[in-house]
């Protein structure tokens, strides 16, 4: 069986970019398993209602571009130069 609890925390917010880190604890059969992963939102209303992308009158737009392997640190030094931009 399959089950998988993830708990989102905001940590950093500027310019309405938003920086959220996302811990997960998937079970599979009796092995649990725990990961942390990050994404960077440029677009607080989009994150608050889930949608990571859309297409409008042909236009594709990307809110969310997810950051997995990497610390916390260096993340945050990414979203500092993105919410600068």
């Given at each position: 069986?399959?089950?998988?609890?993830?708990?989102?925390?905001?940590?950093?917010?500027?310019?309405?970019?938003?920086?959220a880190r996302i811990d997960s604890v998937v079970?599979?059969?009796?092995?649990?398993y725990e990961g942390i992963r990050f994404e960077?939102?440029?677009?607080?209303?989009?994150?608050?209602?889930?949608?990571?992308?859309?297409?409008?009158?042909?236009?594709?737009?990307?809110?969310?571009?997810?950051?997995?392997?990497?610390?916390?640190?260096?993340v945050i030094r990414i979203f500092e130069k993105?919410?600068?931009?």
């Open positions: 069986m399959l089950v998988e609890n993830e708990v989102r925390t905001v940590l950093k917010e500027k310019n309405n970019y938003l920086l079970n599979i059969g009796d092995q649990k960077i939102w440029s677009d607080r209303e989009k994150f608050e209602q889930g949608i990571t992308d859309e297409c409008i009158d042909g236009q594709n737009y990307i809110y969310c571009s997810g950051y997995a392997g990497s610390s916390e640190e260096d993105r919410s600068e931009a």
